[in-house]
């Protein structure tokens, strides 16, 4: 079955240190990808998407690259803030449902 | 517009008693689905429903179970409850179609405790 593997965590960085952390997948056919933040306490929120191969996702400094020869969503920003700090889920969805499959996500703090 | 609305965000429950948590979609979003979250198993997907029916459903014991109406609102009910179900619950919600990279939005969440 479909399966999206994270880089373990707790991540724990300097505000305007570069931040990557890593997502793998499993998958038949062309899934989308996903990254969503969780921030404490509250639900999940998207935080930028790809529907395709060799999409680029961005959203508030983030940004992910769909790699299908490699099946890596790893999500990057060049500069972190605290305000960063969150649970990152990566996730991926077939064409069609309405079903996400997570990894286990990966605790980001950031240090001012 | 007003996003996913969970309640109650908060409830606790004692063992073999049964739960129903609700949740009202993004205005115009057909589909909902229902997510369990918990510390050791992580996000997992409960089930789907999409115009009253279940489109879709997880590996999840028949305890759980969800129903929507014809306004599009859900609710999941669990029963016999026990302390595993422990956790927060999401609901999140969609237009539905079958186009790819469909945003699937979520509420903040109902926390679930069984003492």
């Known amino acids: 079955g479909d399966s999206v593997t994270q880089m373990e965590g707790p991540v724990t960085l300097s505000e305007e240190a570069c931040l990557t952390i890593?997502?793998?997948?499993?998958?038949?056919?062309?899934?989308?990808l996903f990254w969503y933040v969780q921030y404490p306490g509250e639900g999940l929120q998207l935080l930028l998407k790809?529907?395709?191969?060799?999409d680029k996702g961005s959203n508030k400094g983030f940004e992910a690259t769909y790699r299908k020869e490699t099946t890596s969503f790893h999500l990057e920003k060049g500069s972190v803030q605290v305000s960063d700090s969150a649970v990152y889920f990566c996730?991926?969805?077939?064409?069609?449902?309405?079903?996400?499959?997570f990894g286990q996500g990966t605790r980001l703090t950031i240090n001012p | 517009k007003a996003g996913v609305t969970q309640t109650p965000r908060y409830l606790i429950k004692t063992r073999g008693q049964q739960v129903t948590l609700s949740c009202s979609p993004i205005s115009g979003h057909r589909s909902v689905s229902w997510y369990q979250q918990t510390p050791g198993q992580g996000l997992q997907f409960l089930f789907e429903?999409?115009?009253?029916?279940?489109?879709n459903k997880g590996n999840f014991p028949g305890r759980f179970s969800g129903r929507q109406f014809s306004n599009s609102r859900s609710e999941m009910n669990v029963s016999t409850l026990e302390l595993g179900d422990s956790a927060l619950y999401l609901c999140a919600s969609s237009f539905g179609d079958t186009s790819s990279g469909n945003t699937i939005y979520f509420g903040e969440g109902s926390w679930l405790t069984v003492v």
């Open positions: 429903y999409f115009s009253e029916t279940q489109r």
């Open positions: 996730a991926l969805s077939h064409q069609g449902a309405q079903k996400l499959v």
């Open positions: 790809a529907t395709k191969a060799d």
């Open positions: 890593n997502c793998t997948y499993t998958a038949t056919g062309y899934p989308s």
